[in-house]
């Protein structure tokens, strides 16, 4: 099976592009199968252990789903190559949603697939595209952790419970954002 090809953020001698067709940047990475499929993935796990109930954590609803679903999809807006690709990917698949959602809400397993991700990027990526892809997964997660609740008022200073600041500083070590 051949692996993908995803565009970077850089682009081609200034040509371009063809009529009616988005110019490809110069530099492209060629991730495997299964990176690509992990880096589609994770901000689809995030949004399902981001809304998990945890130790100190409160359950989340509707509501706090959306938020992160609208995270993912404010991806299509970033400037980078690698994360717009990603979103398309994302949205592309068959069902029309994110995935992400393969059973698995374990917060070590979260933790282990952000490092994974962070080796993949550190070997492929351009930095620019790297840090914007962590920094885009992290936000996922922030905007799910900081979701009100429906019914619910937003009350000045109302922040993300201590347990979900933990929660999201474990996601940026991780994603080695700290």
Excluded: K
């Excluded at 190559?81 to 059973?103: E, F, K, M, Q, T």
């Excluded at 993949?120 to 936000?139: G, K, M, N």
């Amino acid at each position: 099976m051949l692996a993908p090809e995803v565009p970077m953020s850089h682009s081609v001698a200034g040509e371009p592009p063809s009529a009616g067709r988005r110019a490809a940047p110069l530099t492209t990475a060629v991730y495997s199968a299964a990176e690509w499929d992990l880096l589609t993935s994770l901000p689809g796990r995030v949004i399902v252990v981001s809304a998990a109930p945890g130790p100190g954590r409160p359950r989340r609803g509707v509501a706090e789903g959306l938020a992160g679903l609208d995270a993912v999809a404010a991806g299509r807006s970033f400037d980078s190559d690698l994360v717009r690709a990603v979103v398309s990917a994302i949205y592309a698949r068959h069902d029309g949603g994110p995935a992400g959602d393969d059973g698995n809400t374990d917060l070590v397993d979260l933790l282990a697939a952000c490092r994974a991700a962070v080796r993949v990027l550190d070997r492929r990526a351009d930095p620019a595209d790297s840090a914007a892809y962590r920094q885009w997964v992290q936000s996922v997660a922030a905007r799910v952790c900081r979701a009100v609740p429906t019914g619910r008022v937003r009350v000045v200073g109302d922040g993300p419970a201590p347990a979900d600041r933990r929660f999201l500083d474990r996601l940026g070590d991780a994603l080695g954002l700290r």
